[in-house]
């Protein structure tokens, strides 16, 4: 009957069934995944136009820690595969980014070109200058349910399946995804890094 109370009340609840309505739609999602690329057609596209689109459109929305910088080292970026589920790998990265993101950083988003099992490669690197990963995780990051986010963030906002799709949909295009603590000369870490490498659609 006491108003405050019942206030404090309703708002856990209500954030209680945010927590199981993400957690829901983002099992969904992983559950889907496979069956997805499997019906979706691919294409030649430029990732590096995909790439700069996202980081425009998060530097835009100017509600974020960190400024995204794109920096293209590769001639050509192109890829044969599909765009709508490799957009969701880089969405997923960049949020998990700016996560970790002090206050007036950058996430940086580098090309180059690379090879992988004999043949030409894209290398794309997210790094961010946050607190990195523990050297323990660096794989388990990729786990279903993993989850770790910083001190003071909402618990619940995160399902941890996020890295876990998109390792999902990085395979399914014959590439690969890992992660790396980036460190400065004295061996302190400076941040985290994500690759992705995919297969290349031409030669540079």
Known sequence: ?????????????????????????????????????????????????????????YNEAGNHPAVIRLDQQARSALVIGRGDPLGQV??????????????????????????????ASLKIHVDDQGPGIPDDNLEAVFDRFYTERPKGAAFGTHSGLGLAISRQIVKAHGGTIIARNRHNQDGDVVGARFTVELPAADAD
Do not use: M, Y
């Not at 309703?10 to 957690?23: E, M, P, Q, S």
């Not at 206050?103 to 580098?110: G, H, K, P, R, Y």
């Open 1 to 57: 009957k006491d108003a405050e109370r019942r206030d404090r009340l309703l708002a856990v609840i209500t954030a209680d069934v945010g927590r199981l309505d993400r957690l829901i739609t983002d099992i969904s999602r992983a559950s889907r995944v496979d069956a997805e690329l499997a019906r979706e057609d691919v294409s030649r596209f430029d990732l590096a136009t995909l790439l700069g689109d996202l980081a425009q459109s």
């Open 90 to 119: 880089f969405r997923n990265l960049l949020d998990n980014a700016l996560t970790f993101s002090p206050a007036d950083s950058e996430v940086l988003i580098s090309i180059r070109r690379g090879q992988h099992d004999g043949r």
